[in-house]
């Protein structure tokens, strides 16, 4: 099975991916993590953070000649800031100067604070920032090289920001360049400028605005996840790894919400039978029935609240004296949700291939695409 864990603190010395179960074979360098790690730096409204961080990539473990061994990959992205922020993140003993004791709303610092029984908000945000998800990315971009081993294809792109939405054009599996040459990460370009001037005036307000982005899977087969056991069903373990992101308040599967609202006859996939095998007429499931893989596109929507983190600090309590404050500032986005479609591409490919690799085992490459191979062919013959 596939698994893996991250470690590291927003402005630490570096953040800690290691990614267990890859098979043999597969080909992994620097330059394509480094490459990942700047898409998950891209679109308007990121703050000034992105210009300074480098995401230098480090391999310690797990490749040798530009291909995986079989054993445990562990890549390090250092933190650049890093030397800035040496005294306060010091891991000898010691104590803050700067203690941060007025949570923000809507962050996880007063529950953190609470939990772990800390005076200082840092303790928390530290670990529950959304630079973890650089770490992540690097297990993505792992999951996606699995899964172009076997023909499978992850993109994003954005649908709505703030309530300015997309029409309903889809991009393809190669469409990827295209997407993340907009500024905002949209396949419709009618709606970037809309969405870039919704980002300016929220930034204009001193404030922040969210958005949905949708994710989408080329070339899933049929029978990928399963009904057996709840824990096993594709979408529920998608639905989990996407809301794992910070700021990520919904996810839904093909119409979702919009299903709830229709009669039956309207909310499913029918099917036909013909030269191609077995196809369906819609795509309002998103590729996924009981847990299931269809064969079909897989598509799930995400919905980003706005970031927590305002230029004009909301109403808070001080933790210690527990008189009325406002909350802290750390430097943060007007919009983060171009980036944030990056990462749920990551988690999206990462199920994908963990869940492939339940189905073909396989401690080579090669194992598993001569496994997706017999897979594909049983389907075809079916």
């Given amino acids: 099975m596939l698994r893996f864990l991250t470690a590291g603190e927003s402005h630490g010395p570096a953040l800690v991916t290691i990614v267990e179960g890859l098979p043999a074979g597969i080909e992994v360098g620097v330059a394509g993590i480094a490459a990942e790690l700047a898409r998950r730096r891209l679109g308007h409204g990121r703050g000034r953070r992105m210009d300074i961080e480098e995401d230098r990539v480090e391999i310690l473990g797990g490749v040798r000649f530009g291909k995986t061994l079989g054993s445990p990959v562990a890549v390090m992205v250092h933190n650049t800031e890093w030397p800035r922020w040496r005294s306060e993140m010091a891991v000898e003993p010691g104590a803050s100067e700067r203690p941060l004791r007025s949570p923000r709303p809507g962050h996880a610092d007063l529950p953190g604070m609470l939990k772990y029984d800390?005076?200082?908000a840092r303790d928390i945000l530290e670990r529950a920032s959304a630079r973890e998800t650089a770490a992540r990315t690097v297990a993505g971009h792992l999951a996606k090289q699995v899964l172009g081993e076997v023909g499978v294809t992850v993109i994003s792109h954005v649908v709505a920001i703030g309530d300015v939405a997309a029409r309903g054009v889809r991009p393809g599996p190669a469409d990827m360049a295209a997407v993340d040459a907009s500024p905002v990460r949209t396949f419709d370009g009618d709606a970037e400028a809309r969405m870039i001037a919704a980002i300016d005036a929220a930034h204009d307000a001193r404030d922040t605005v969210g958005g949905v982005v949708e994710v989408l899977a080329y070339g899933v087969p049929a029978g990928v996840g399963s009904h057996v056991q709840w824990d096993r069903r594709l979408d529920a373990a998608l639905a989990a790894a996407v809301m794992s992101i910070p700021a990520i308040k919904a996810v839904e599967f093909g119409d979702g919400w919009?299903?709830?609202a229709v009669l039956g006859s309207r909310a499913h996939d029918e099917i036909d039978f013909g030269p191609n095998g077995f196809t369906r007429r819609t795509q309002r499931s998103g590729g996924i029935e009981g847990g299931i893989s269809t064969g079909e596109t897989l598509r799930l929507r995400a919905a980003m609240k706005p970031l927590s983190t305002l230029m004009r600090p909301l109403a808070t309590v001080?933790?210690?004296?527990?008189?009325p404050a406002v909350a802290f500032r750390e430097r943060?986005?007007?919009c983060a949700v171009p980036a944030t479609g990056v990462v749920a591409e990551e988690?999206?490919?990462?199920?994908l291939a963990a869940e492939m690799m339940r189905l073909y085992g396989g401690d080579t490459i090669a194992a598993v695409r001569l496994a997706d191979a017999a897979h594909r062919s049983r389907l075809a013959a079916f």
Wanted: proline share 0%; aromatic share 4%; hydrophobic share 50%.
């Fill in 318 to 323: 001080d933790v210690v004296t527990k008189e």
């Fill in 347 to 351: 988690m999206v490919a990462w199920v």
């Fill in 332 to 334: 943060s986005d007007v």
């Fill in 118 to 120: 800390t005076r200082d």
């Fill in 258 to 260: 919009a299903g709830a």
